[in-house]
């Protein structure tokens, strides 16, 4: 069975950092690119970041440049987002999703809350 678990989230204050997890099993993670992918209340699904399968490439949205990494640990089957100086309209419910052929998404996460407030 497939399963991405995320965990890291709660609650931040503006200026503050989290570090999100996600533990894949039940499929051969270094051969997956994974994306973090967040929805923000009311809104619809947005990409943060995408690494390659061996971790060489990855990919950010401008807004997140410079303030989110994102990596992974193939040995531990697991995938990371360190987020630093987060701000209010961060507040989502962030994903991990696995990448499969033609850049579709064909595992997600059951997803993990960050809510940035004073």
């Known amino acids: 069975e497939v399963q991405l678990v995320e965990s890291g989230g709660g609650l931040v204050q503006p200026g503050g950092s989290l570090r999100l997890s996600c533990a894949a099993s039940g499929f051969t993670f270094s051969n997956n690119g994974m994306s973090w992918v967040r929805q923000a209340p009311g809104k619809g699904l947005e990409l943060v970041s995408t690494i390659a399968p061996d971790g060489s490439s990855t990919f950010y949205i401008d807004s997140v440049k410079g303030r989110f990494t994102i990596s992974r640990d193939n040995a531990k089957n697991t995938l990371y987002l360190q987020m630093t100086s987060l701000k209010t309209e961060e507040t989502a419910v962030y994903y991990c999703?696995?990448?499969?052929?033609?850049?579709?998404?064909?595992?997600w996460g059951q997803g993990t809350r960050v809510n940035v407030s004073s």
């Open positions: 999703a696995a990448l499969g052929v033609a850049w579709s998404y064909i595992y």
